[in-house]
């Protein structure tokens, strides 16, 4: 009868997961896995720190709007994941980490790379974090850690596979692989809110779709783009959804700056009177305490978890329903309905759009040095049209932000408002055929000097 080890029921498990790629480094407590991964021709990506594995999980999730998965060694390869595994947990992206342990029969014996309670570090910074301890229930553990990862508001997820329990060997027959572990829909929005929220907006003059990454991981892209033309609505959108409608459509607006209150009093001119939070926190991306969401505007908030809603502010009407069902069903009732063209609303913000593209005009015209507002323009219009571009920190993101213009969903990767990521932003590359062909861009900038650095990688 075969027996099979748990480096092969791990890579059987994350191929039922539609995972063709792991970002890692290697170290001999996964040596069981690694053979698998050659045997079934599973992608390995190899880095050479596992501080870029995580980040690189991190940025495949936020480009792809899949799960990332890397995997690291025991203790130190554990330990330096860690700001990766923190920034994806900051900034709501699933992803799996999967980490080596030293034996489990050598506890307290001083064992290589052992002493450290890996799941007590990870907890605090991740969705779950377990520890398996029966080689039969690996298969099991993978279907959990998915589920989490993915369930409600995604984020990262921890699997510890001790050496001894990963390279023992069981009858095949008696290993199950889990099936129909997840919900078949997602939670959608009650019919009351939904009616209110239709009627709000069908009497609004000047409504405003705030996006974010809520939108972009329950794959909504194109329910947004009917639900705003159905309906009439400008969109704007954050760093984790920005190209979930293209900015070249007429409806969308690009960042969420574009209904800043303040900004457009300087014209003579009233913001938004309706803004709708599809699957966006309220924070320092929505201006803070300076909120740039208009103090007289009724908010409808939708979003997948309830303690987000009416987070720092007062929500007129607060939604707990997944983006892409709430859209789904926001489509269907809106085709019963009549919603004004809002002409005046669109030309507005087209034109306050217009003037902030050209604010930099006569910057751009200088030869030396070099205006950032110079090098951003330079860079993007070398690049092809669907590029995927990674802004680092500092000030690049803001210069890149302002000149590039994101065409389809996951084109733009820029560290979070909110996260602790490091200077350099790691993205995968050359993904296989769920994500377009073409070029990686990645810059990244010292704040403190403002120097900045370029490097195109094919794909």
């Not at 790379?113 to 993978?142: F, N």
């Not at 219009?381 to 213009?405: V, Y």
């Amino acid at each position: 009868m075969p027996r099979i080890n748990g480096g092969e029921m791990l890579v059987r498990a994350l191929e039922r997961e539609g995972v063709h790629e792991i970002f890692t480094l290697h170290g001999g407590h996964l040596d069981a896995i690694f053979k698998a991964c050659l045997e079934h021709n599973l992608r390995v990506i190899d880095t050479r720190h596992e501080q870029a594995a995580a980040h690189m999980a991190d940025g495949w999730a936020r480009t792809t709007g899949r799960p990332g998965v890397a995997m690291v060694t025991a203790g130190p390869g554990v330990t330096d994941a860690v700001t990766g595994v923190a920034n994806a947990y900051l900034d709501a992206t699933p992803m799996i980490l999967i980490g080596g342990r030293s034996p489990l029969l050598d506890d307290e014996l001083l064992p290589l790379q052992g002493g450290i309670d890996q799941v007590a570090l990870m907890r605090p910074i991740t969705k779950w974090a377990r520890s398996v301890t029966h080689t039969e229930r690996i298969p099991e553990y993978v279907a959990m850690a998915f589920r989490q990862a993915v369930s409600g508001r995604p984020g990262p997820v921890f699997l510890e596979l001790p050496i001894d329990v990963l390279f023992a060997r069981v009858e095949e027959e008696k290993v199950a692989f889990p099936e129909n572990y997840r919900p078949k829909s997602p939670a959608g929005p009650s019919r009351e809110a939904l009616a209110q929220a239709l009627q709000w907006l069908s009497e609004a003059e000047r409504p405003a779709v705030l996006a974010g990454g809520g939108v972009w991981f329950a794959q909504a892209i194109n329910e947004l783009r009917e639900f705003a033309e159905l309906t009439h609505t400008p969109v704007m959108a954050n760093a984790k959804a920005r190209g979930a409608i293209s900015e070249d459509h007429p409806l969308c607006f690009g960042a969420f700056g574009a209904i800043h209150p303040a900004a457009h009093a300087r014209r003579g001119n009233k913001s938004a009177d309706l803004v709708f939070l599809l699957g966006t926190r309220i924070g320092l991306a929505t201006g803070g305490r300076n909120s740039l969401i208009p103090a007289d505007a009724r908010v409808i908030q939708v979003d997948i978890e309830p303690e987000e809603i009416g987070r720092g502010r007062s929500i007129e009407l607060g939604i707990v329903a997944d983006c892409g069902e709430f859209l789904r069903q926001a489509i269907a009732a809106s085709r019963k309905m009549k919603f004004a063209g809002h002409e005046a609303w669109i030309e507005q913000l087209a034109t306050m759009r217009a003037a902030q593209r050209g604010k930099w005009d006569e910057a751009i015209k200088t030869e030396s040095p070099i205006h950032p507002a110079r090098m951003a323009r330079e860079v993007v219009q070398a690049l092809e049209p669907d590029a995927i571009i990674a802004a680092d920190g500092g000030e690049t993101a803001s210069w890149i932000a302002n000149a590039f213009k994101a065409r389809q969903p996951g084109a733009s990767s820029a560290t979070a408002i909110s996260d602790v990521s490091v200077s350099a932003y790691h993205s995968p590359w050359r993904p296989r055929s769920p994500i377009r062909k073409g070029k990686l861009c990645a810059l990244s900038a010292t704040a403190r000097s403002g120097s900045t650095s370029r490097s195109s990688i094919p794909r």
